[in-house]
């Protein structure tokens, strides 16, 4: 088992800038050969791929909307994960969701939601207009 917790959510206004963290850990499970991603969801609508990396960190994935303006990033020695969150939209409103799973070593990072197996809790993250 994993647990996921994810940190650094808040109320910003457009234009700001948010960190968010995502610390794993587990007796039995380590991230470190895993994809790991973010996804989000806003009131009344489906979950939404963000961002994604693959378990050497090698190769990272966007959405459209946010390319250009967040980045992923990962530190396997402390079996975390990060979001920098720039030029933050009254859109980019969601709680946002930290994930792994997979298989072991993937040459990428899946952008599908059923391809991940271990999520966290979710952070609020809201931008003012």
């Known amino acids: 088992q994993v647990q996921l917790v994810e940190s650094g959510g808040g109320l910003v206004q457009a234009g700001g800038s948010l960190r968010l963290s995502c610390a794993a850990s587990g007796r039995t499970f380590s991230t470190t050969f895993y994809a790991m991603g973010w996804f989000r969801q806003a009131p009344g609508k489906e979950h939404e791929f963000v961002a994604a990396?693959?378990?050497?960190?090698?190769?990272?994935y966007y959405a459209d909307s946010v390319k250009g303006r967040f980045t992923i990033s990962r530190d396997n020695a402390k079996n975390t994960v990060y979001l920098q969150m720039n030029s933050l939209k009254p859109e980019d409103t969601a709680v946002y969701y930290c994930?792994?799973?997979?298989?072991?070593?993937?040459?990428?990072?899946?952008?599908?939601?059923?391809?991940?197996?271990?999520w966290g809790q979710g952070t609020q993250v809201t931008v003012s207009s």
């Open positions: 994930t792994t799973g997979g298989p072991p070593k993937y040459p990428g990072a899946p952008k599908v939601f059923s391809a991940y197996d271990y």
């Open positions: 990396i693959s378990w050497d960190g090698g190769k990272t």
